[in-house]
T-cell receptor, first 111, second 114 residues
């Protein structure tokens, strides 16, 4: 079945440093979504990427979808304490209802 | 006003008991899901219902039985609870047939089996 892995599993950064999490799927995806889960909270949708090579920005967050539509990345510039949480990618295959979540990257910020 | 609401939020129970978690969504979505998140934060789909019909059933022990009385509700009943069932259970909803549909999660139900 489809598997979606993320690296790193954990990342500790000093406030102000950049952060990147990488997402890799075992199969080609029709689209990929990113979610953020704050500590003690629930996953909340951030963005969706559909096209090969697509890049989208949300303020300090930059999302990329790979050319082969099997990988994606999320980059945060100049992290802030509000960025703390677990970031999940979630991929959907073609003709497939199921959204498979990645293993998540837990970001902690050292003030 | 909560879009996806689930109850109870916290549940502590003994091994062998049977318990239920209820979920309701007011977003007008036709698809609802149950996800399990373990202590390592892995988020795994358990079930998906579309218009009260089961469409996804992952490898889950048959002690877990979902029930969807209507498309706005998806409840989860767990029989003979085991220690390994301790986790956070998230209900979620979305629109079927839309390959880009966003999933909206409830706040989670923290289940602890002792």
């Amino acid at each position: 079945g489809q598997q979606v892995m993320q690296i790193p599993q954990y990342q500790h950064v000093q406030e102000g440093e950049d952060f990147t999490t990488y997402c890799n799927s075992s199969t080609t995806l029709s689209n990929i979504q990113w979610y953020k889960q704050r500590p003690g909270g629930h996953p909340v949708f951030l963005i969706q990427l559909v096209k090969s090579g697509e890049v989208k920005k949300q303020k300090r967050l930059t999302f990329q979808f790979g050319e082969a539509k099997k990988n994606s990345s999320l980059h945060i510039t100049a992290t802030q304490t509000t960025d703390v949480g677990t970031y999940f990618c979630a991929g959907r295959g073609f003709g497939n209802e199921k959204l498979t979540f990645g293993t998540g990257t837990r970001l902690t910020i050292i003030p | 006003d909560t879009a996806v609401s689930q109850t109870p939020k916290y549940l502590v129970t003994q091994m062998g008991n049977d318990k239920s978690i209820k979920c309701e969504q007011n977003l007008g979505h036709d698809t609802m899901y149950w996800y399990k998140q373990d202590s390592k934060k892995f988020l795994k789909i358990m079930f998906s219902y579309n218009n009260k019909e089961l469409i996804i059933n992952e490898t889950v022990p048959n002690r877990f039985s979902p029930k969807s009385p209507d498309k706005a509700h998806l409840n989860l009943h767990i029989n003979s609870l085991e220690l390994g069932d301790s986790a956070v259970y998230f209900c979620a909803s979305g629109r079927a047939g839309d390959s880009g549909n966003t999933i909206y999660f409830g706040e989670g139900s923290w289940l602890t089996v002792v």
